[in-house]
T-cell receptor, first 113, second 115 residues
Framework: QKEVEQNSGPLSVPEGAIASLNCTYSDRGSQSFFWYRQYSGKSPELIMFIYSNGDKEDGRFTAQLNKASQYVSLLIRDSQPSDSATYLCAVKGSGGGADGLTFGKGTHLIIQP | ETGVTQSPTHLIKTRGQQVTLRCSSQ?????VSWYQQALGQGPQFIFQ???????GRGNFPPRFSGLQFPNYSSELNVNALELDDSALYLC??????????????FGAGSRLTVL
């Protein structure tokens, strides 16, 4: 059973600070890792994906992957109130091309003005 | 470029009934997958369609079935509805031939309530 674990929060961060979101996964053969943002009542929207160990930066967002530790994180710099949402970590497992994504339950992030 | 569209947006059914949800994939995308998201949970993979055939399935019973049409649009059918089927049903499309083939674009979802 493939599992993706996230702290459900809420994680409260002051405006302008760095928000750090973490995720661990159980399938050691996983190849692709995704962060989605979901506002209440809306569908998930992709923030970033990462395939290789290390850091990947896109604007205020940085994804970090450590396959040895089976750990993925998302850093949000200069946090804004509009960043308040649930952040879903998703993993593409080693089961082949038609294997769907396994999502965590999400971390609820609150940016305090 | 049109995004993923789903219909209906909301619907209410009673236990034992059947429901069909529809999805039009994003332009240029050839793969459609469906996810179920219960309240407070992450999306769970139901199945994926490519070239009009189901080529991947999650841990869902056979009463969850689907179709993909030549224009890549798709339907999700659920028979013998149960109370626990109440959820947001998300359709996602992707392009298996593109770099980043596993990147999903989600539709707005269909919220199903089973009474």
């Amino acid at each position: 059973q493939k599992e993706v674990e996230q702290n459900s929060g809420p994680l409260s961060v002051p405006e302008g600070a760095i928000a750090s979101l973490n995720c661990t996964y159980s399938d050691r053969g996983s190849q692709s890792f995704f962060w989605y943002r979901q506002y209440s009542g809306k569908s998930p929207e992709l923030i970033m994906f990462i395939y290789s160990n290390g850091d990947k930066e896109d604007g205020r967002f940085t994804a970090q992957l450590n396959k040895a530790s089976q750990y993925v994180s998302l850093l949000i710099r200069d946090s804004q109130p509009s960043d308040s949402a649930t952040y879903l970590c998703a993993v593409k497992g080693s089961g082949g091309g038609a294997d769907g994504l396994t999502f965590g339950k999400g971390t609820h992030l609150i940016i305090q003005p | 470029e049109t995004g993923v569209t789903q219909s209906p947006t909301h619907l209410i059914k009673t236990r034992g009934q059947q429901v069909t949800l529809r999805c039009s994939s994003q332009s240029g995308h050839n793969t459609v997958s469906w996810y179920q998201q219960a309240l407070g949970q992450g999306p769970q993979f139901i199945f994926q369609y490519y070239r009009e055939e189901e080529n991947g399935r999650g841990n869902f019973p056979p009463r969850f079935s689907g179709l993909q049409f030549p224009n890549y649009s798709s339907e999700l059918n659920v028979n013998a509805l149960e109370l626990d089927d109440s959820a947001l049903y998300l359709c996602a499309s992707s392009n298996d031939r593109a770099r980043g083939a596993n990147v999903l674009t989600f539709g707005a979802g269909s919220r199903l309530t089973v009474l």
